[in-house]
């Protein structure tokens, strides 16, 4: 199982942007899939997430601003980002609880390699 993210780049203080996350490999069925993000010299944290049946939770700091989204035909996730802030300069990565075709049974998290946001003017 792979998950490929991106979408990240260089946007001033008020823009948007979109990220886009690809899982793909031999996937029985995915469950929660989710948006983390890791600022320079601080800890990764929950941006949002979003489970099979669509339900989501977002961090405080990104409530109202940023909304998360997938394709269940696609086998992705996304989250739209508006208003930005500097404070939302990270790197992004996308997760995914899934199931592979030859261990059913087995329900794992896979983690995107990142794409890095610079919200800067």
């Known amino acids: 199982v792979q998950l490929q993210a991106y979408g990240g780049g260089l946007v001033q203080p008020g823009g948007s942007l979109r990220l886009s996350c690809i899982v793909s490999g031999s996937i029985f069925s995915i469950n929660d899939m989710g948006w983390y993000r890791q600022a320079p010299g601080k800890q990764r944290e929950l941006v949002a997430g979003?489970?099979?049946?669509?339900?989501?939770n977002y961090a405080d700091a990104v409530k109202g601003r940023f909304t998360i989204s997938r394709d269940n035909a696609k086998n992705t996730v996304y989250v739209q980002m508006t208003n930005l802030k500097p404070e939302d300069t990270a790197v992004y990565y996308c997760n995914a609880d899934v199931r592979t075709v030859s261990e059913v049974a087995i329900l794992r998290k896979y983690w995107g390699q990142g794409t890095e946001v610079t919200v800067s003017s």
């Open positions: 979003i489970t099979s049946g669509g339900s989501t």
